[in-house]
């Protein structure tokens, strides 16, 4: 059965970086990174293709980069200028068949790493 498995995450100040990494057991076509705050639902966080097309949320443009190498068969996510509002529990998430990040798609994906805090604080 494919497997994600998270690592990375951690608490760090407002302003600091941290990268997260994630190790598959197959290829996915689409992979990515998905978040969910307290009280708040999950939501679609990066996702890149094997194209090396990317998706953003708009709350992270230009302050996280999303990466994959398929040889490795892992994604990372580098997360940079870190707000509190980041904080949450972050999970790597992938699936076989494109599309990969139309909004039916990242409400589809049925693989899931068991996820890693990040916590930022002020």
């Known amino acids: 059965q494919a497997r994600l498995v998270e690592s990375g995450g951690g608490s760090v100040q407002a302003g600091s970086s941290l990268r997260l990494s994630c190790a598959a057991s197959s290829y996915f076509y689409c992979m990515g990174w998905f978040r969910q705050a307290p009280k708040k639902e999950r939501e679609a966080v990066a996702i890149?293709?094997?194209?090396?097309?990317?998706y953003y949320a708009d709350s992270v443009k230009g302050r996280f980069t999303v990466s994959r190498d398929d040889a490795k068969k892992t994604v990372a996510l580098q997360m940079n200028s870190l707000d509190p509002e980041d904080t949450g529990i972050y999970y790597c998430?992938?699936?076989?068949?494109?599309?990969?990040?139309?909004?039916?798609?990242?409400?589809?994906?049925?693989?899931w790493g068991q996820g890693t805090q990040v916590t930022v604080s002020s």
């Open positions: 998430a992938a699936r076989f068949s494109t599309p990969c990040y139309t909004s039916s798609a990242l409400a589809d994906y049925k693989y």
């Open positions: 890149v293709n094997p194209g090396g097309d990317t």
